[in-house]
């Protein structure tokens, strides 16, 4: 486009749009060029570098899911009872805690009795006996909180420095399929020997069974067999 001078020469007009000083910056047009050639390998190079990251996570929780699963035992070992004969009297998983019968019932039932009533003067049997006592009991249950309050009213380690406590369990009898009746006679002496006197006691227990699934626990109580609660007093 011309317009005239006042010398009546044309001269060209300047345009002022700017895509034609844009299209004439050599350092745009450059820059323009290098994203138009080589901006799409970025875009792939980033894209690449997400999915071998994804690929390297999943490869990694494979790895430890198949060393969990190969650490696993995969043998089920079984006992078997056989009678005088050899027959098979019995099948059972031996890794699988089974529910304790009467008779093992019965026997933690006298050991909790002889445990918690007894008192020794030798301080580390002492302790086993507390030990043994709270194997046997469940955090927070009625037993527990009972058993607490009778050892602060009567600390065995304390009344060990005067006289020592001997159990004689006379019978342990079922009530019904949790509850069990324990009777038994305790013996008072004083550090020289001397007899102080005997009572005669009995006791309720409640009990409950819970097979260990751990190895602290199986420690503590191997057969599962925890008192719930208990109520014993002196016969008159």
Not at 65 to 79: E, T, V
Not at 124 to 140: D, F, P
Not at 180 to 201: A, C, D
């Amino acid at each position: 486009m011309f317009n005239k001078s006042k010398k009546g020469t044309e001269e060209p007009t300047k345009s002022s749009n700017s895509k034609t000083t844009t299209s004439t910056n050599p350092y745009l047009n450059g820059r323009r060029e290098w994203m138009e050639r080589y901006g799409s390998y970025i875009k792939e190079r980033n894209r690449w570098r997400i999915v071998s990251m994804i690929t390297s996570c999943i490869a990694l929780v494979s790895v430890l899911g198949i060393i969990y699963i190969g650490s696993q035992s995969k043998f089920i070992p079984y006992i078997v009872q056989v009678d005088k004969l050899g027959a098979s009297v019995a099948t059972q998983r031996a890794d699988i805690a089974q529910k304790p019968d009467s008779r093992i019932v019965k026997a933690q039932i006298a050991s909790f009795i002889e445990s918690s009533r007894s008192v020794y003067t030798d301080f580390e049997a002492q302790k086993g006996l507390v030990n043994n006592v709270y194997g046997m009991l469940k955090n927070n249950s009625p037993a527990a909180n009972k058993m607490t309050t009778f050892y602060k009213a009567n600390i065995p380690f304390k009344r060990a420095e005067s006289e020592t406590v001997s159990v004689q369990i006379h019978d342990v009898l079922p009530i019904s399929e949790n509850s069990w009746r324990v009777q038994w006679l305790e013996t008072k002496h004083n550090r020289e020997g001397l007899p102080l006197g005997s009572t005669e006691m009995s006791a309720i227990i409640t009990v409950m069974i819970a097979p260990p699934t751990d190895e602290l626990n199986i420690l503590k109580n191997p057969m599962g067999v925890y008192v719930q609660d208990f109520n014993w007093t002196a016969k008159i």
